[in-house]
């Protein structure tokens, strides 16, 4: 097995998870799922368990909000949803200090994949619909772009999906973008 | 004439309007242009009006702000303008139910698609700038997203409109995003 | 030299600006940094700091916040950081009529790439996020839609720039969209 790191990012209800969940199971029999959430409401509660449904018994689940390479998952097919709950959780447990949040997902991120596995991460694109009058707001933006931007520059292939359709944006053997 | 589904998807000013109705002209002479609008201000207006003013009097015009499958347009060129706005009407007729709203469009697509002619439909990506404050919008946003994903999965091609220009994200020959 | 027109844009924190100064290095030995901004308050001071230490001493920088076509900069690498400052700053300046705003900027963008150049404009995707509450910020958004669609248009390459991931979507070679 050879280490491989893809990323698939998109809007909300863009159909990121499921088109995640499909590739996982494509490219391993027993995959396993990171899950990042930590804050719970009961919108949110619903949310994640119309994902665990859907996916099936074949599966894996791990639940951990910050510290992903705490988790040698060698040889493991593994899909963290999502990059975005994550640098969330970072974020607050760094004192809303977009830097140190940074500092700290970039070293989890080189930890937590040093290991050969293949790593699927989801994330969202959330910087498309302007400047927010939040300045809360506008650091984490600032944050998930930073951590979308590393995680893909190491990334084997990134998929952009949009209304379901994924949209290969990097590919092992495309670089010709320019 | 074979069945055929278009989707023109992309942000708000994106030129997506304006090119579905340039890919209308090229398919058919005589196009139907099917208005989904309902509540109306002036600033609304003003952006019918200059929509209504831009299309040459080829155009057939039916205002349709619920029921599409209520017009038989078989054989005909259909642009629908836009899937936001009557997936609008039918939330709020649904009393702000997601689910319930989901079912009904979802009924109405098929039944609307179920004869042959050629579909254009316009709709907006509008889950790429973070996660709103306001429940409402939310929820509305997952119907946005979820309406989206059914269309574009029917549809034999798929546009993203960035800036003007038509990206072509889904084709009748290639499926070969993977 | 022929002159040549790029448009790079994409989200916030998207490292649309980090391609677009690589690109600017590749074109041109001495190339112009153009900037835009005018209101400044720490939290963008800091961010113009950032930008500029990046950059190395083979720069010129010109700030200019309305009258790009006041430089000659005939011959030259120039990089437009960004149209959204520069339009912002005419939307303000116009009393915040868009259609006024946007006949300025027009008459501007055609003046200043009248001369044989390399422009690189860089500029942002603001639509992607839902329809604001604030008619203001509406009312800006269209604008930014229109210069953004007026770019493209003249452009000979576009690129959109998704989590520093350049995808090309329009080129002097491929018009095959449709």
Not at 9 to 32: H, W
Not at 122 to 137: A, H, K, R, Y
Request: glycine share 6%; charged share 30%.
């Amino acid at each position: 097995m050879k280490k491989k790191i893809i990323m698939v990012t998109g809007g909300q209800r863009s159909g990121k998870s499921e088109f995640a969940e499909e590739l996982a199971m494509r490219l391993g029999e027993k995959p396993v799922y990171m899950a990042t959430a930590r804050v719970m409401d009961k919108e949110f509660e619903a949310r994640v368990e119309r994902h665990r449904s859907r996916r099936g018994p074949q599966w894996t689940t791990i639940e951990e909000p910050l510290l992903l390479s705490r988790h040698d998952l060698t040889g493991r097919v593994v899909l963290i949803d999502c990059v975005t709950l994550w640098a969330t959780n970072t974020f607050f447990d760094a004192g809303e200090d977009a830097d140190a949040a940074m500092n700290r997902l970039a070293a989890e991120f080189e930890e937590f994949t040093s290991r050969t596995a293949t790593y699927i991460f989801v994330t969202n694109e959330i910087g498309l619909g302007g400047v927010s009058e939040n300045p809360l707001t506008r650091r984490f933006t600032d944050l998930q772009g930073n951590i979308n931007r590393l995680i893909a520059s190491r990334a084997d292939e990134v998929y952009l999906v949009v209304s379901g359709i994924p949209v290969k944006i990097k590919s092992q053997f495309n670089n010709e973008n320019l």
